[in-house]
């Protein structure tokens, strides 16, 4: 493993089921954060974590929750899915120096039929 | 609300043209990062600029913060088809380490 990943690649998912995108890095880094990607909205922060069992709210919260229990994995639920919640969901870490350079994984693409 | 305002949205040129991106806010970053994400992709970091007026080179690319800290500009010198992509700003305020990104500029450089 080089960097992040994100597992699943893309998933398609009736809506009111339960979901969580994994997420994965090996850089040490202390900061995880997740985000969404849509169309005309460019990216907007869903949750964020500072350090291993801390979590924050980002600008789009509802819906979602994370959980931080070691340095290295970041997971994010979706506890009963809705169509709105379609979307590429972005992974990514920052270095405890350079806070604010954040490490990107591949995405995950979510379709909430 | 979006406090980083990305023009143009579109781009399309031709090999070798110049080109400027722009991303303005009315509000003041302590730093501002520009990332390229190609399609499939998750965004790359090109470059982080903090100090106002400063400028940063990276091959072709031009990067610029303004003066007062609120907005900054990527020029890029005779376009290649490998800088296709779509060009993301993202403003960091305080101490914090949350980013707010722009909504960005799709570049698309053709023979």
């Known amino acids: 493993i080089a960097g992040i990943t994100q597992a699943p690649t893309s998933q398609i998912l009736a809506a009111g089921r339960r979901m969580t995108l994994r997420c994965t890095q090996d850089?040490?880094?202390?900061?995880m954060y997740w985000y969404r990607q849509d169309l005309g909205l460019g990216l907007r922060l869903i949750h964020y974590?500072?350090?291993?069992?801390?979590?924050g709210k980002g600008e789009v919260p509802d819906g979602y929750s994370v959980s931080r229990a070691n340095t290295d994995d970041f997971p994010l639920t979706l506890a009963s899915a809705v169509p709105s919640q379609t979307s590429v969901y972005f992974c990514?870490?920052?270095?405890?120096?350079?806070?604010?350079?954040?490490?990107f994984g591949p995405g995950t693409r979510l379709t909430v039929t | 609300t979006q406090l980083l305002e990305q023009s143009p949205q579109f781009l399309s040129i031709q090999e070798g043209e110049n080109l400027t991106v722009y991303c303005n806010s009315s509000?003041?970053?302590?730093?501002l990062q520009w990332y390229r994400q190609e399609p499939g992709e998750g965004p790359v970091l090109l470059v982080t600029?903090?100090?106002?007026?400063e400028v940063k080179k990276l091959k072709r690319l031009t990067f610029q913060f303004g003066d007062a800290r609120k907005d900054s500009s990527l020029h890029i010198t005779a376009a290649q088809p490998g800088d296709t992509g779509l060009y993301l700003c993202?403003?960091?305020?305080?101490?914090?380490?949350?980013?707010?990104f722009g909504t960005g500029t799709r570049l698309q450089v053709t023979l």
């Open positions: 990514a870490s920052s270095d405890p120096i350079q806070v604010y350079e954040q490490y």
């Open positions: 850089m040490r880094h202390n900061a």
């Open positions: 974590s500072n350090t291993a069992g801390t979590t």
């Open positions: 509000s003041v970053f302590s730093s």
């Open positions: 600029v903090v100090t106002g007026g």
């Open positions: 993202a403003g960091a305020r305080g101490t914090a380490s949350k980013l707010t």
